[in-house]
């Protein structure tokens, strides 16, 4: 698996955030930074070589966006998605949220074209609109789905804040390792875990569960018992002592103190939690979708 560029993810959240500014301070459903947000990626994806649609829907009397990219190849039954909401609320830019899980899969969709991967599943990138109103475009994209469509999907990775500036190193808990809370997910869920566990593994940072609470927008796949997966660094919660011992960073301070404010610019954003997590993802998808078929002796 490449190693993914840092410089060119945080690239994309300049620009991210130079939208933002363009266009009264945030990239909200509804607002025209938003639709300025969806060109960008469109415009990358497509020039690099993916099939990309523009999925309209309505939300709260406003038009609203998903970009849906597909890879050319791959076992068309077997598809593979990764996922990241682009929207921000009102009150800011929304770099971190979710800037951050929107920079980091679309510079691994533009280094899959730059390689050339030939996957064995098929590849599939989303990126959400209003997931703050509510997972809406996510929502709205599985539920449009037929039933034969939807079973093609066999796994969902999810990003939703990968550079909080206090960060935690989480992994959406399919295997329910932890025994507390919502439980596991759909089955095949803690594979999709496993891969990413071993990435951070293999770089020394230790990893923790946090449940599929419902709060992003795995939450209509996995509703459909489709299997999911994810890393997340935190928002409003609290680091404990625990938690700075383990990962450093500050105890009794929140993980994002500018979640959902203005201050979520690009000044919120921990490059090396930015960087960990482009690679992990990079890692899960090549790992999970590329992975060559086992040879038939
Ligand atoms: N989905 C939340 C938001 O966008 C953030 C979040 C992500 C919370 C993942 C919990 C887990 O505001
Ligand atoms: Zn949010
Ligand atoms: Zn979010
Ligand atoms: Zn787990």
């Given amino acids: 698996p490449p190693d993914i560029s840092l410089t060119n993810v945080k690239a994309h959240l300049t620009q991210l955030q130079n939208i933002a500014t363009a ?16 060109n960008y990626v469109k415009g990358l994806l ?7 649609t523009l999925q309209s829907f309505t939300y709260n009397g406003a038009t609203g966006y998903n970009v849906i990219a597909d890879w050319p190849g791959g076992n068309p039954d077997d598809i593979l998605m990764v996922g990241a909401h ?4 009102t009150a800011g830019p929304g770099i971190n949220d979710n800037g951050s899980g929107s920079a980091a899969i679309l510079e691994t969709a533009l280094e899959v074209a730059r390689q ?5 599943k098929h590849l599939r990138f989303a990126w959400w609109g209003a997931e703050e109103g509510g997972l809406r475009g996510s929502t709205y994209y599985v539920s449009n789905l037929s039933t034969t469509d939807r079973s093609k999907i066999k796994g969902y990775y999810n990003f939703d804040m990968v550079a909080s500036p206090n960060p935690g190193y989480f992994l959406y808990d399919g295997d ?12 095949g869920s803690a594979e999709l875990e496993r891969v990413l566990a071993d990435y951070f593994t293999s770089i020394g940072v230790p990893t923790r569960g946090t449940d599929f609470d419902g709060r992003s927008d795995y939450g209509p796949f996995i509703s459909r018992g489709i299997p999911a997966g994810g890393t997340f660094t935190g928002a409003e919660g609290t680091k404990t002592s625990a938690q700075a011992t383990l990962w450093g960073g500050t105890a009794g301070q ?10 979520d610019t690009t000044s919120n954003i921990n490059d090396t939690a930015l960087n960990r997590n482009a690679d992990a ?17």
Wanted: some cysteine; overall charge negative.
């Fill in 23 to 38: 266009n009264g301070g945030n990239r909200a459903h509804g607002r025209p930074g938003y639709l300025a947000s969806a």
């Fill in 46 to 52: 497509d020039s690099a070589g993916y099939s990309t």
């Fill in 86 to 89: 682009l929207d921000s609320v």
């Fill in 116 to 120: 050339s991967l030939v996957p064995t």
């Fill in 176 to 187: 329910d390792s932890d025994g507390v809370g919502s439980g596991p997910g759909p089955a």
């Fill in 254 to 263: 929140a993980f994002d103190s500018c979640y959902h404010r203005s201050c």
């Fill in 281 to 297: 993802i990079a890692y899960a998808v090549w790992t999970v979708a590329a992975a060559p078929a086992p040879v038939v002796v």
